[in-house]
């Protein structure tokens, strides 16, 4: 089992940025693939990133240039940072992280809200 917990969303206007951070706690050591998902209104879940503890990452192509996710290792952290937002960002985002043998598992979630 971990724990996640996110941190960072809010209330931004169009073209600003913000940091997400999510913290993991627990089973940590079979922490493998980290990322975010998001959920806008109406809409289905969609992953936004990934990061391997490699540090391999990957985006969807709809924030690809504009997000920038990293992870430390030695703090069980991953951090989604957001540049040139735009109000089709507003959504609720998930932390996420795959444990080995164990299947993902996901955060409460933080809003972001994009105001045009």
């Known amino acids: 089992q971990v724990h996640l917990v996110e941190s960072g969303g809010g209330l931004v206007q169009t073209g600003g940025s913000l940091r997400l951070s999510c913290a993991a706690s627990?089973?940590?050591?079979?922490?493998?693939?980290m990322g975010w998902d998001r959920q806008a209104p109406g809409k289905q879940r969609e992953l936004v990133a990934t990061?391997?503890?490699?540090?391999?990452?990957n985006y969807a192509d709809s924030v690809k240039g504009r997000f920038t996710i990293s992870r430390d290792n030695a703090k069980n952290t991953v951090h989604l940072q957001m540049d040139s937002l735009n109000p089709e960002d507003t959504a609720v985002y998930y932390c996420?992280?795959?444990?080995?043998?164990?299947?993902?598992?996901w955060g409460q979630g933080t809003q972001v809200t994009v105001s045009s």
């Open positions: 990061i391997t503890s490699g540090g391999s990452s």
């Open positions: 627990g089973s940590t050591l079979s922490i493998d693939t």
């Open positions: 996420r992280t795959y444990l080995l043998g164990l299947g993902t598992y």
